[in-house]
């Protein structure tokens, strides 16, 4: 913002926010344009390392997906400790990179009573919305990788990049 800068002339999104982090991320798509959700990674979330807790299909569903959050909800933590916002950018590609979605969204934590956590038929943990029933998480005990569903955002920026015309060899050497 220069030295013109009057708070009438510029939206509240026109100002760059202060005291920042993003996180980034990306995913492929074979078609970004019409994405609804998308599965973002976060890494190894281990109640087994963090807490000392035994996992198996027998434990209660409930209680390793509320360790898997406080997991996910400490990292959170200790990044707001530095930064007052904490953002999550996410760009979603097509394979030959022809268009591409991007978004962001305010990282937050997740409040572990708001989500029932069941085993699936494959033995990963799977975190369901309680009022909408929707998944919202899967952790997939065997890499202890845990994984946030997203919505894509309707009014996401899109590119599309049109492909030139192939240019004619003999033409260009002439």
């Known amino acids: 913002i220069g030295a013109n800068w009057k708070p009438s002339n510029v939206g509240l999104d026109d ?69 007052k916002h904490l953002r999550t950018i996410v760009l979603i590609k097509s394979n030959d990179l022809s268009e591409v979605v991007v978004f962001e969204f305010e990282t937050i934590r997740y409040d572990h009573e708001l989500y029932n956590w069941e085993w699936n038929t494959n033995n990963n943990l799977v975190g369901k919305d309680l009022k909408t029933k929707e998944h919202r998480f899967t952790w997939q005990p065997h890499g202890s990788q845990f994984t946030i569903i997203e919505d894509v955002p309707g009014k996401s920026v899109i590119i599309r990049i049109k492909q030139p015309p192939i240019l004619d060899k003999e033409q260009i050497l002439k």
């Open 15 to 83: 100002v760059v926010m202060g005291n920042t982090a993003w996180g980034a991320k990306t995913v492929k798509s074979t078609n970004p344009a019409n994405q609804k959700k998308v599965r973002l990674i976060s890494g190894r979330n281990s109640p087994i390392y963090s807490f000392g807790e035994k996992i198996d299909i027998n434990a209660d569903p409930n209680l390793i997906g509320k360790l898997v959050l406080d997991i996910w909800n400490e990292r959170v933590s200790v990044i707001r400790e530095k930064f």
